[in-house]
């Protein structure tokens, strides 16, 4: 009689037998298609467009969805193309990349670098350049819908897969999402994105259980006073000197208002007021941003800005109908939270595909991303935005022996192992597509 544990014992190997043949059909597929996704991925780097301009990228988006026989929209929501492929009963997985460059002049010295100059939506011209990655993330993500198409026998579901627009803007997302991306199309069962690390290893990838990315909001601050001769500063109420007072006082927020376990930044980054050295100006401007994890932590922070700037108005002598106009921006980017459950599954679908030792635990960021938008609609969809090394190991030796970092994000510098990169982040997007359609 054959034992019942023999039997499960048989079962078990011939599924790691299984997996272990899909994880090799997965890696050579993957390489097959970095070496098509490289060439797309220089071309995207020679052309970069600015956000909400994103008009040739929709379009070779568009065009390569449609090559892989994907069911295609174009213009939704603005620029963003949507691409759905159906392949039998199972989960629907979405997949989103991001499109826009940024207003910088390239100095990489790459022969394929950015020499485009683009208009500005106040009129002015800038030179524009992929140093976000963006490049790299539609390549890769060109790169995985490619390999899921060859390899539609190893899984059953929905792709539902997005090129969104203006990423960096913070507005693609929502306009996406308020287009009817989670109605006119299958509802994700999961979402799931990348975004490359300068300061990861190709090769490598970066996870994170919970906040990935800082919320972000913008706040603009109009002091009023009352203007004259610098000649003269006892008959003017001086904005400049309310002004700073604010700048000063806001920096107690965070050290004495907020938990020292709670996340916030507070940041003056523009103060702008008075036009010659003598004359004592009628208002004086200023921009903030914010960054935050916590809904509950970035109400306080917004309250105490309020408070703090009527007050030092109130010091200065100021009447009421000329207190400080403190304007929060509707326009925000919510923080980026990732499944816990989610990220643990990946985690294990990307040991197989590339190695536990090349999993990083990384910590979160301060920085915006609009990802997390996709995960605050009422339809609660698990996401998992997943850190893709993107720094040659040879180079972070070096850089590491001269105590020097690897030129961050927004850099015009910005130099990513671009072949590495890619290849790594086919191998485990795929992995992990196929790893939730099978579970």
Request: negative net charge; proline residues 6%; glycine residues 8%.
């Given at each position: 009689m054959i034992s019942k544990y023999f039997i499960i014992l048989v079962a078990m190997t011939i599924q790691l037998s299984a997996f272990a043949q899909i994880t090799e059909k997965i890696r050579n597929e993957a390489k097959i298609q970095t070496e098509y996704s490289l060439k797309l991925c220089k071309y995207l780097h020679q052309n970069p467009e600015l956000s909400f301009h994103e008009f040739e990228t929709a379009k070779r988006m568009a065009a390569e969805l449609k090559d892989a026989g994907f069911d295609v929209t174009e213009h939704f929501g603005g620029n963003s193309v949507v691409g759905v492929l159906k392949n039998g009963d199972g989960p629907v997985i979405m997949l989103r990349t991001d499109m826009d460059a940024l207003p910088i002049q390239e100095k990489t010295g790459f022969e394929f670098a950015s020499t485009k100059i683009a208009e500005t939506k106040d009129g002015d011209e800038v030179a524009v350049m992929h140093a976000c990655g963006h490049d790299i993330h539609m390549s890769t993500w060109t790169g995985t819908v490619r390999t899921l198409a060859t390899l539609k026998d190893e899984w059953k579901g929905t792709l539902l897969v997005i090129a969104q627009q203006a990423e960096e803007f913070s507005g693609g997302a929502r306009e996406a999402i308020d287009a009817g991306l989670f109605t006119k199309f299958p509802t994700p069962d999961y979402a799931l994105a990348f975004h490359i690390n300068p300061e990861l290893e190709s090769g490598k990838i970066g996870l994170v259980g919970g906040p990935v990315f800082a919320g972000v909001k913008t706040v603009e601050i109009t002091v009023f006073g009352k203007g004259g001769h610098g000649a003269y500063p006892e008959k003017c109420i001086d904005p400049i000197v309310i002004a700073s007072r604010i700048v000063l006082d806001l920096q107690t927020i965070v050290s004495r208002e907020i938990s020292p376990l709670e996340p916030i930044v507070?940041?003056?980054?523009?103060?702008?007021?008075?036009?010659?050295?003598?004359?004592?100006?009628?208002?004086?401007?200023?921009?903030?941003?914010?960054?935050?994890?916590?809904?509950?932590?970035?109400?306080?922070?917004?309250?105490a800005i309020k408070r703090i700037s009527k007050s030092?108005?109130?010091?200065?002598?100021?009447?009421d109908d000329k207190l400080p106009d403190?304007?929060?921006?509707?326009?925000?980017?919510?923080?980026?939270?990732?499944?816990?459950?989610?990220?643990?599954?990946?985690?294990?679908?990307?040991?197989e595909i590339i190695g536990t030792?090349?999993?990083?635990?990384?910590?979160?960021?301060?920085?915006?991303?609009?990802?997390?938008?996709?995960?605050?609609?009422p339809e609660n969809i698990p996401i998992c935005?997943?850190?893709?090394?993107?720094?040659?190991?040879?180079?972070?030796?070096?850089?590491?022996?001269?105590?020097?970092?690897?030129f961050p994000l927004h850099s015009p510098n910005l130099n990513p192992d671009y072949e590495k990169t890619i290849e790594t982040g086919i191998k485990v997007m795929v992995g992990n597509v196929i790893g939730l359609m099978r579970k």
């Amino acid at each position: 009689m054959i034992s019942k544990y023999f039997i499960i014992l048989v079962a078990m190997t011939i599924q790691l037998s299984a997996f272990a043949q899909i994880t090799e059909k997965i890696r050579n597929e993957a390489k097959i298609q970095t070496e098509y996704s490289l060439k797309l991925c220089k071309y995207l780097h020679q052309n970069p467009e600015l956000s909400f301009h994103e008009f040739e990228t929709a379009k070779r988006m568009a065009a390569e969805l449609k090559d892989a026989g994907f069911d295609v929209t174009e213009h939704f929501g603005g620029n963003s193309v949507v691409g759905v492929l159906k392949n039998g009963d199972g989960p629907v997985i979405m997949l989103r990349t991001d499109m826009d460059a940024l207003p910088i002049q390239e100095k990489t010295g790459f022969e394929f670098a950015s020499t485009k100059i683009a208009e500005t939506k106040d009129g002015d011209e800038v030179a524009v350049m992929h140093a976000c990655g963006h490049d790299i993330h539609m390549s890769t993500w060109t790169g995985t819908v490619r390999t899921l198409a060859t390899l539609k026998d190893e899984w059953k579901g929905t792709l539902l897969v997005i090129a969104q627009q203006a990423e960096e803007f913070s507005g693609g997302a929502r306009e996406a999402i308020d287009a009817g991306l989670f109605t006119k199309f299958p509802t994700p069962d999961y979402a799931l994105a990348f975004h490359i690390n300068p300061e990861l290893e190709s090769g490598k990838i970066g996870l994170v259980g919970g906040p990935v990315f800082a919320g972000v909001k913008t706040v603009e601050i109009t002091v009023f006073g009352k203007g004259g001769h610098g000649a003269y500063p006892e008959k003017c109420i001086d904005p400049i000197v309310i002004a700073s007072r604010i700048v000063l006082d806001l920096q107690t927020i965070v050290s004495r208002e907020i938990s020292p376990l709670e996340p916030i930044v507070v940041t003056v980054g523009s103060i702008h007021g008075g036009t010659r050295p003598n004359i004592i100006p009628n208002e004086v401007k200023m921009e903030l941003t914010l960054r935050y994890y916590s809904d509950e932590a970035i109400k306080k922070v917004i309250a105490a800005i309020k408070r703090i700037s009527k007050s030092a108005a109130q010091m200065a002598g100021m009447p009421d109908d000329k207190l400080p106009d403190v304007f929060v921006l509707p326009v925000e980017t919510p923080p980026v939270l990732n499944n816990s459950e989610l990220s643990k599954k990946i985690d294990g679908f990307a040991s197989e595909i590339i190695g536990t030792e090349n999993i990083v635990e990384t910590s979160p960021a301060m920085v915006g991303e609009d990802f997390g938008k996709y995960g605050r609609t009422p339809e609660n969809i698990p996401i998992c935005l997943i850190w893709l090394g993107s720094t040659n190991p040879e180079l972070m030796k070096e850089l590491n022996a001269k105590g020097k970092k690897p030129f961050p994000l927004h850099s015009p510098n910005l130099n990513p192992d671009y072949e590495k990169t890619i290849e790594t982040g086919i191998k485990v997007m795929v992995g992990n597509v196929i790893g939730l359609m099978r579970k």
